[in-house]
Protein backbone atom coordinates (compact mmCIF):
# COMPACT_ATOMS: atom_id res chain seq x y z
CA UNK A 1 0.00 0.00 0.00
CA UNK A 2 3.11 2.43 0.49
CA UNK A 3 4.54 2.21 -2.35
CA UNK A 4 1.34 2.74 -4.41
CA UNK A 5 0.44 5.89 -2.59
CA UNK A 6 3.62 7.47 -2.77
CA UNK A 7 3.01 6.65 -6.50
CA UNK A 8 -0.26 8.24 -6.37
CA UNK A 9 1.07 11.62 -4.42
CA UNK A 10 3.95 11.52 -6.95
CA UNK A 11 2.03 11.99 -9.42
CA UNK A 12 -0.30 14.34 -7.93
CA UNK A 13 3.02 16.72 -7.35
CA UNK A 14 3.97 16.74 -11.19
CA UNK A 15 0.53 17.42 -12.18
CA UNK A 16 0.73 20.10 -9.54
CA UNK A 17 4.18 21.51 -10.70
CA UNK A 18 2.86 21.42 -14.23
CA UNK A 19 0.12 23.74 -13.47
CA UNK A 20 2.18 26.25 -11.41
CA UNK A 21 4.20 26.01 -14.35
CA UNK A 22 1.52 26.74 -17.14
CA UNK A 23 0.10 29.75 -14.73
CA UNK A 24 3.55 31.42 -14.69
CA UNK A 25 4.29 31.07 -17.54
CA UNK A 26 2.39 34.15 -20.47
CA UNK A 27 4.21 34.19 -23.90
CA UNK A 28 2.49 37.62 -25.26
CA UNK A 29 0.44 34.74 -27.96
CA UNK A 30 -3.06 34.76 -27.08
CA UNK A 31 -3.29 31.57 -28.62
CA UNK A 32 -0.46 30.07 -26.91
CA UNK A 33 -1.37 31.28 -23.93
CA UNK A 34 -5.54 29.88 -24.66
CA UNK A 35 -3.90 27.07 -24.93
CA UNK A 36 -2.08 26.59 -21.60
CA UNK A 37 -5.31 28.09 -19.97
CA UNK A 38 -7.62 24.77 -21.45
CA UNK A 39 -4.42 22.68 -20.23
CA UNK A 40 -4.82 23.95 -17.24
CA UNK A 41 -8.28 22.97 -16.32
CA UNK A 42 -7.34 19.77 -17.95
CA UNK A 43 -4.88 19.57 -14.87
CA UNK A 44 -7.37 20.95 -12.57
CA UNK A 45 -9.50 17.69 -12.99
CA UNK A 46 -7.39 15.21 -13.02
CA UNK A 47 -5.42 16.51 -9.59
CA UNK A 48 -9.17 16.22 -8.25
CA UNK A 49 -9.65 13.26 -9.51
CA UNK A 50 -6.05 12.06 -7.68
CA UNK A 51 -6.81 13.72 -4.67
CA UNK A 52 -10.42 11.92 -4.48
CA UNK A 53 -8.57 8.72 -4.84
CA UNK A 54 -5.83 9.26 -2.25
CA UNK A 55 -9.28 10.21 0.68
CA UNK A 56 -10.97 7.16 -0.69
CA UNK A 57 -7.73 4.92 0.26
CA UNK A 58 -7.05 6.48 3.50
CA UNK A 59 -11.25 5.86 4.06
CA UNK A 60 -9.87 2.21 3.30
CA UNK A 61 -6.75 2.11 5.44
CA UNK A 62 -9.11 3.23 8.18
CA UNK A 63 -11.75 0.77 7.46
CA UNK A 64 -9.47 -2.56 7.35
CA UNK A 65 -8.61 -2.61 10.77
CA UNK A 66 -11.81 -2.99 11.35
CA UNK A 67 -12.51 -5.96 8.99
CA UNK A 68 -8.93 -7.68 10.38
CA UNK A 69 -10.62 -7.75 13.46
CA UNK A 70 -13.84 -9.45 12.32
CA UNK A 71 -11.65 -12.00 10.73
CA UNK A 72 -9.76 -12.33 14.10
CA UNK A 73 -13.13 -13.23 16.07
CA UNK A 74 -14.39 -15.48 13.34
CA UNK A 75 -11.01 -17.14 13.44
CA UNK A 76 -12.03 -17.88 17.23
CA UNK A 77 -15.21 -18.72 16.25
CA UNK A 78 -13.91 -21.30 14.10
CA UNK A 79 -11.24 -23.06 16.90
CA UNK A 80 -14.16 -22.59 19.63
CA UNK A 81 -15.91 -24.70 17.76
CA UNK A 82 -13.41 -27.29 16.63
CA UNK A 83 -12.65 -27.46 20.56
CA UNK A 84 -16.45 -28.57 20.79
CA UNK A 85 -16.27 -30.72 18.66
CA UNK A 86 -12.75 -32.47 20.13
CA UNK A 87 -14.73 -32.20 23.84
CA UNK A 88 -17.12 -34.70 22.66
CA UNK A 89 -14.88 -37.33 21.62
CA UNK A 90 -12.74 -37.04 24.68
CA UNK A 91 -12.71 -40.72 26.25
CA UNK A 92 -9.80 -42.51 28.25
CA UNK A 93 -6.96 -42.70 26.17
CA UNK A 94 -3.89 -42.50 27.37
CA UNK A 95 -0.13 -41.83 26.03
CA UNK A 96 3.52 -41.95 27.55
CA UNK A 97 5.91 -39.87 25.58
CA UNK A 98 9.87 -40.39 26.34
CA UNK A 99 12.70 -38.75 24.34
CA UNK A 100 13.41 -34.92 24.07
CA UNK A 101 10.14 -34.10 25.64
CA UNK A 102 8.90 -36.57 28.47
CA UNK A 103 5.51 -37.24 30.68
CA UNK A 104 2.43 -39.09 30.56
CA UNK A 105 -0.94 -38.08 29.51
CA UNK A 106 -4.07 -40.22 31.25
CA UNK A 107 -7.07 -37.57 30.55
CA UNK A 108 -8.51 -35.19 27.70
CA UNK A 109 -7.54 -36.66 24.32
CA UNK A 110 -9.96 -36.88 21.60
CA UNK A 111 -9.83 -39.59 19.08
CA UNK A 112 -11.13 -39.46 15.68
CA UNK A 113 -10.81 -42.10 13.32
CA UNK A 114 -11.69 -42.69 9.59
CA UNK A 115 -11.41 -45.73 6.99
CA UNK A 116 -10.55 -45.12 3.37
CA UNK A 117 -9.76 -47.31 0.72
CA UNK A 118 -9.01 -49.43 3.35
CA UNK A 119 -7.30 -47.96 5.62
CA UNK A 120 -8.17 -46.79 9.40
CA UNK A 121 -6.91 -43.06 9.81
CA UNK A 122 -6.54 -42.51 13.57
CA UNK A 123 -5.94 -38.72 14.79
CA UNK A 124 -5.18 -38.21 18.61
CA UNK A 125 -5.65 -34.87 19.84
CA UNK A 126 -5.75 -33.10 23.86
CA UNK A 127 -8.61 -30.37 24.05
CA UNK A 128 -5.51 -27.83 24.83
CA UNK A 129 -1.47 -28.43 24.35
CA UNK A 130 -0.66 -30.68 27.52
CA UNK A 131 2.58 -29.38 29.10
CA UNK A 132 5.29 -31.62 29.48
CA UNK A 133 8.92 -32.08 30.37
CA UNK A 134 10.72 -30.42 26.83
CA UNK A 135 7.34 -29.26 25.58
CA UNK A 136 3.64 -29.44 25.00
CA UNK A 137 1.81 -32.55 23.12
CA UNK A 138 0.09 -30.54 20.84
CA UNK A 139 -1.30 -33.99 18.75
CA UNK A 140 -0.58 -37.09 16.59
CA UNK A 141 -1.91 -39.11 13.80
CA UNK A 142 -1.19 -43.00 12.39
CA UNK A 143 -2.74 -44.98 9.78
CA UNK A 144 -3.06 -48.59 9.31
CA UNK A 145 -3.20 -49.91 5.45
CA UNK A 146 -5.02 -53.15 5.16
CA UNK A 147 -7.06 -52.78 8.46
CA UNK A 148 -9.19 -55.78 8.85
CA UNK A 149 -9.88 -56.24 12.17
CA UNK A 150 -8.60 -57.00 15.26
CA UNK A 151 -4.79 -57.96 15.29
CA UNK A 152 -0.93 -56.78 15.56
CA UNK A 153 0.23 -54.25 12.32
CA UNK A 154 3.95 -54.32 11.97
CA UNK A 155 3.53 -50.79 9.75
CA UNK A 156 7.05 -50.97 8.72
CA UNK A 157 6.63 -54.23 6.74
CA UNK A 158 3.81 -52.36 4.73
CA UNK A 159 3.87 -49.98 2.09
CA UNK A 160 2.28 -46.61 3.14
CA UNK A 161 0.76 -44.06 0.36
CA UNK A 162 1.06 -41.27 2.98
CA UNK A 163 4.13 -41.21 5.06
CA UNK A 164 3.40 -37.81 6.33
CA UNK A 165 -0.03 -38.87 8.00
CA UNK A 166 2.54 -40.58 10.87
CA UNK A 167 2.86 -37.12 12.39
CA UNK A 168 3.98 -36.32 16.44
CA UNK A 169 2.39 -32.37 16.96
CA UNK A 170 4.60 -30.43 19.72
CA UNK A 171 4.32 -27.40 20.82
CA UNK A 172 7.57 -25.68 22.27
CA UNK A 173 10.33 -27.53 20.72
CA UNK A 174 11.93 -25.58 17.94
CA UNK A 175 11.63 -28.06 15.36
CA UNK A 176 10.57 -28.57 11.84
CA UNK A 177 8.09 -31.74 12.45
CA UNK A 178 8.03 -35.32 13.80
CA UNK A 179 7.31 -37.97 11.51
CA UNK A 180 7.30 -41.73 11.70
CA UNK A 181 9.23 -44.17 9.95
CA UNK A 182 10.37 -47.30 9.57
CA UNK A 183 13.98 -46.62 9.90
CA UNK A 184 13.30 -44.79 12.95
CA UNK A 185 11.88 -47.10 14.65
CA UNK A 186 8.73 -49.46 15.81
CA UNK A 187 5.69 -48.73 14.18
CA UNK A 188 3.31 -51.54 15.76
CA UNK A 189 -0.25 -50.66 16.45
CA UNK A 190 -2.03 -53.71 18.11
CA UNK A 191 -6.00 -54.35 18.06
CA UNK A 192 -6.77 -56.33 20.83
CA UNK A 193 -10.63 -55.50 19.29
CA UNK A 194 -12.23 -52.87 17.20
CA UNK A 195 -11.98 -50.15 20.37
CA UNK A 196 -8.70 -50.11 21.24
CA UNK A 197 -5.28 -49.40 19.53
CA UNK A 198 -2.01 -50.14 21.98
CA UNK A 199 0.20 -48.15 19.57
CA UNK A 200 4.38 -47.71 19.88
CA UNK A 201 5.96 -45.92 17.71
CA UNK A 202 9.21 -43.74 17.23
CA UNK A 203 8.91 -40.35 15.72
CA UNK A 204 12.04 -38.24 15.17
CA UNK A 205 12.86 -34.89 13.07
CA UNK A 206 14.89 -33.66 10.74
CA UNK A 207 17.80 -32.88 13.61
CA UNK A 208 17.51 -36.42 14.74
CA UNK A 209 15.65 -35.53 17.96
CA UNK A 210 13.46 -38.42 19.11
CA UNK A 211 10.32 -39.13 20.84
CA UNK A 212 8.99 -42.75 21.78
CA UNK A 213 5.59 -42.92 21.94
CA UNK A 214 3.35 -45.35 23.47
CA UNK A 215 -0.71 -45.80 24.60
CA UNK A 216 -3.71 -47.03 24.61
CA UNK A 217 -5.98 -45.09 22.45
CA UNK A 218 -10.08 -45.88 22.76
CA UNK A 219 -11.17 -45.42 19.04
CA UNK A 220 -14.85 -45.33 20.56
Known amino acids: MAAKDEGT ?7 AKKWVENELVTSGDPMKDHGRSEANEGLEADMRLEAQRARDRAL ?3 IVP ?3 KQAHTEQEGRE ?3 RETRAASVGSSRLTLRGIVEGAIDTGLAVRTE ?5 LLVTVEPLDPVPLRGGSFAGLAFAVPGYAGPGTYDLGRVEHDDPLVFELRLDGVDSE ?5 PSYG ?3 VTMPNDDVADIHFVYEDPGSNRVEVEGAIILT
Open 80 to 82: AAR
Open 115 to 119: RTNGT
Open 9 to 15: FGSLFGK
Open 60 to 62: ADV
Open 66 to 68: GRG
Open 186 to 188: PGV
Open 177 to 181: GFFWS
